[in-house]
């Protein structure tokens, strides 16, 4: 292992995806192999599934600590973000 080299990897970024999708709301699910995140664009009465991402386990720690960390950046460069109140009633998906 102390004789591996770093492999670099070139990803490449879809035209279409490059605006990226607005996300207001997020639903998590998971099984026992994966974790399922569904980002919603909710204006009631109604809303919109923008994007789902489904993680394996190992995977979402690692999600995770990298938000976790980001958020302390965040938070040191422009000060504290109040959290933002829970989304009042239930919202199902068809």
Known sequence: MA????????VAFPDHLRGGVYSNNMIVA?????????FLMVAPPTGTVTAR?????????????????????????????PAAEAPKGKIGIN
């Open 53 to 81: 991402v489904i993680l394996s386990p190992g995977h979402v720690k690692r999600v995770v600590a990298a938000l976790q960390e980001n958020l302390a950046k965040y938070e040191a460069a422009f000060g504290p973000i």
């Open 3 to 10: 004789n591996e080299k770093p492999v670099e990897i070139q």
């Open 30 to 38: 998971h099984t026992r192999e994966e974790f399922f995140l569904d």
